[in-house]
């Protein structure tokens, strides 16, 4: 048995971290061996998290984030912090030479005109933006490989990013027609104490929000020009919220490019996701569900032509906690170690 | 004080018979004289439904659904009955003097053909079809006045019918571009017995279904194209299963067909509904969620015109149980015995 | 008709002030004048509820609280503030002659002794104390139509009292050996902003919490003590946490003190509640659940009486928002200016 | 690595077919070889469980249940079976070799008078009952590794008996004076399609069923007498349903037998169960909740201490699918078949 990696996860106590104990526990190259958190520094891990009372990781510390202390427990941290934070801390961190994984969007964009333009703030280190990688496996294995920064992506853009890829890459559909109806789980919005998020408030609730204007509307944009070789892309995205704890279904209206069947788009999407061990193409007719993808890292996607009104309808199903940020980062995590990609990963849903 | 106006409901175990007797409870005109079941009769209406035990109607006794009693017994029934058996009743109904609000899509269609098409089965009173009218007060308050028999619209149609009328009435969007993507609580469902509907299936959990496919298309369809007053209509109607019981969202996909403002757009919904109680056209960003129409008539509309896109997103919010199925036949109801439309109907939102 | 009566809502924001809005917009007697919120003063009440647009009460704004204010415009005022603030303002209004229908602890108990043990801090007008009437209509009626001043109950209380009056007042029951397992909904918790409270920590969740510490005791005990005509009552009372809105389940496990049947005991609960008309004690063996009662003002009541371990097992659901607070509030308001007590309080249960 | 040996799954439809499918994927020592339904034979296990596409298992095709079959197939099955249905399927079983462990009630109850009693029926095959051990690992862990044929516990069971072993085993509570508020999740009662069950019904509610009826109170009752070296025991057990997939929490009242301090209660729990991996005996004043809990074998117990009303209040919490179901046979299986117990169950909580 070869030793273990250490990692550390700094900003511990919100859901991306919560997730991140479970899977890492269930990780068998990997040690959790840091934890930070400002406001809950000195104490133990199960205090905050007494669901993890008697494990291992429960004795851990919760340490201040400091980069010094970091650099000397870990070769790999992971960055759950909000916003604004993570390009305060990554310069650091590369500097005294620990791998990156960061969760929140500083290191997404590649343009910094067009984060200063979405999160109304100035990038405070740009030239370290073209060093991270986008951390979607199936687009960038090799890149995530070598690299020792990644940007771990939204979770609505990897629903989203994953369910188009296949038809843009080989031209089926339009792409100047796509509409993108989301709907998320609540962990979505972090742990943040907000009305809007209280139980009362969501529970036998929902509703729409920020149609139009969400800021995971460029990550979108971004990766799908990459991925069609196209300079410019918008999509129409409109985020809704679901009165669950995990889970997204991305539901895509596209119209078709040329004359295609069912079964034609079907083979298009078996034929790219083969190789890719957590895509599941349904067969015809079948439509995801968020509750067969809970826990896990799978992204189930259904077909749906129709005929009548001319439009491929692409459903995509994700865990946004798992898939769409922690599981997703800590495949990343394998690949930037040489282990398998699947190493720890190979989960199964939770249901019912 | 005038004296009360008997009604029945055929098929009373179901949640729209339940939504019935929570409404008429509430109503000083009318007086539930009647409940029938096949399945029940022989019971007190408290037996089935213990939630209005020492209530007056707990104590009324669950008959056998028969033209004749009915008769002598009411002058107006609801039919809570499924697709299909309510063919079977209506013509002795009517000739019998007794009015009509049917909750089947059996009098919906105008169109045996299409009826076919989409029930697989044969019409068997095409002939009476045309004496129905669709009964959305917004659109046919003067026809419902008049009529004897109502084809009580769908859930789903309702929702859509209300978020585009104004828009396709003005000819602001274009009718051969519209996208619905719909999200509804399970009662949308009925009270089947089906593993999908159990706690334990939709709990915690969403999906689509019948993308493409849903029976409510063609009533869509077939009130947007008299509206727009055009032959043929189509739209591209996809469905979704909240884990809620009460409530509908369409969020709807259009492209505006001349060049509008969010200001204009808004003014087109005010003008157009400035004289129906229930329409509420929410300020310019703002959108609906289905916690603030629960248990009530309203159809809450929002407006968010993307210029990024160049889409104008309507986005309406029902309680599917009330304003889109038995408050609306309520509504019907108070017209067709010339009651002020909204007796019985002023209802408040239960939030939380 | 005769003319209306002011009133006022005093701490709006929070899901007592909701209800109230929802009960008052039902009143036919009582009118809506005055509501007060230091934090959203300034705005109208449909800002800060939009499920209240385009209803008359939406327009109202919202002032801060001033106890001249409140004294010219409102011949009564609910305060629904949290517990220590009440008794800073109900001298003044008191003497402004205007009439107080508090929902907070202050003048719940008739002690200062008892207030300051589990409260944790003096009572600042303990003169006052004796002029207030603990709000159970069942319990006193008649000196709630002579108040000025209504100490409305805890919606545990309400659950655990209603449960329990009839067995001891006929001395059914051991009094020394009553344990009480009582079950709330979240909205018990009222609307603040606490992690516990977030939808993903509630959601598919279930806990117990304070077990035999909740402050809800106290005042259980006194009015138990007040029925059973004894100078000191205790009982072990343990609240857990439900992932809903509304809704109390109190399981109240109780010796018998003689030898009674089902029979016996079920005829001593009817009997006692004889004349309430939103006490429903269930047919042996049946047994309450919350959304039977969601909305209303029904306290539901089943008996079983368990000959293997020979214990009486009273259940108890009521609505804790409604019955358990702000319907129950408007029922002592009723009574004080001598209308009906039921006077907007017939409502229908919203099920499902 | 040894080579993996191969079990089966009788009755794969239910939940805790499901939860058994779940937890085999991730052992390293079993191989899930044969499942049967007698509905569902013919087709593959994806058909019925979606989530499992593309697992290894998804492809096994669904046989009627066969026990010529089976034998050839298994080392050991899992009966997944109702009531009365494994009692007609274990003799045979059992002749031709294969280990057996049953979910059902058929043998947890050691007397057949008894059974008759609470299952209404005849036991068909008395003389194997006493072959039969009852599955807790903390009470039977020697005799289940030498067992082949294990009564797998109720999940309510589970949750009362782990709570009261270390209190009755030390004379520390009067054992005549035990109450039990047991709240579960609705996966509880299994899949079964009846109208309680159902979502809309369910949800956003709660109520009390069976109280002193349930038909786990003599499994109880035997096992806390074999506890308490009785011949006879006595509960008052009271189940609840909570709107929530999995957990159950139960909240027992007992009566101290003597002098007790909170610290030395809580000595005896951690000295009880000091070599059970499972157990966690939270700090004193804590409470357990169902999500610290949800997915794992964990039975988290919080120990209050009342000297106001001289009780103490145990409450545990456990996952009903996982330990109290499916997890609890496959810790038997590990022991039957002398791996570690914790093989494949070191499992970590889905929270949120």
């Known amino acids: 048995m070869s030793s273990k990696i250490a990692v550390g996860i700094v900003g511990i106590t919100g859901y991306t971290g919560m997730e991140l104990i479970r899977l890492l526990n269930q990780h068998g190259r990997f040690d959790l061996s840091l934890v930070t958190s400002r406001q809950e520094a000195g104490k133990e891990l199960q205090d905050i998290f007494p669901q993890y009372r008697?494990?291992?990781?429960?004795?851990?510390?919760?340490?201040?984030?400091?980069?010094?202390?970091?650099?000397?427990?870990?070769?790999?941290?992971?960055?759950?912090?909000p916003a604004g934070t993570s390009m305060d801390l990554v310069p650091e961190l590369l500097d005294k030479g620990v791998k990156v994984i960061d969760f929140s969007a500083d290191f997404r964009l590649?343009?910094?005109?067009?984060?200063?333009?979405?999160?109304?703030?100035?990038?405070?280190?740009?030239?370290?933006?073209?060093?991270?990688?986008?951390?979607?496996?199936?687009?960038?294995?090799?890149?995530?490989?070598?690299?020792?920064?990644?940007?771990n992506p939204g979770c609505y853009p990897t629903s989203v990013i994953l369910a188009l890829k296949p038809a843009l890459k080989e031209n089926s559909i339009d792409s100047k027609d796509i509409i993108i109806d989301s709907k998320s789980g609540v962990t979505g919005a972090g742990r943040s104490l907000k009305p809007d998020f209280l139980f009362c408030e969501a529970n036998d609730s929902f509703k729409a929000y920020g149609l139009?204007?969400?800021?995971?509307?460029?990550?979108?944009?971004?990766?799908?020009?990459?991925?069609?070789?196209?300079?410019?892309?918008?999509?129409?995205?409109?985020?809704?919220?679901?009165?669950?704890?995990?889970?997204?279904?991305?539901t895509v209206y596209t119209r078709p490019s040329k004359d295609l069947s069912l079964q034609g788009i079907h083979r298009i999407y078996s034929d790219s996701y083969s190789h890719d061990p957590w895509i599941r193409v349904l067969a015809p007719e079948q439509l995801p569900q968020t509750k067969h993808v809970k826990g896990t890292m799978f992204c189930d996607i259904g077909l749906v032509l129709d005929p009548r009104s001319n439009r491929l309808i692409i459903v995509s199903a994700?865990?946004?906690?798992?898939?769409?940020?922690?599981g997703q980062a800590l495949a990343s995590a394998n690949l930037m170690h040489n282990?398998?990609?699947?190493?720890?990963?190979?989960?199964s849903p939770l249901t019912p």
């Open 54 to 81: 008697d494990y291992p990781e429960g004795k851990l510390p919760v340490s201040e984030p400091d980069t010094k202390h970091i650099a000397e427990h870990c070769s790999l941290v992971f960055l759950a912090t």
């Open 110 to 151: 590649r343009s910094p005109e067009v984060y200063r333009k979405w999160y109304k703030t100035d990038h405070r280190c740009p030239e370290i933006i073209s060093r991270a990688v986008y951390g979607i496996p199936e687009l960038y294995a090799e890149e995530i490989r070598n690299a020792d920064l990644i940007a």
């Open 212 to 250: 139009g204007k969400h800021r995971h509307t460029p990550e979108i944009e971004q990766e799908l020009a990459a991925i069609s070789r196209q300079d410019e892309f918008t999509v129409s995205f409109n985020p809704h919220l679901l009165p669950i704890n995990r889970g997204i279904i991305s």
């Open 318 to 326: 994700i865990d946004n906690l798992c898939r769409g940020a922690s």
């Open 339 to 347: 282990l398998e990609i699947s190493e720890g990963l190979n989960l």
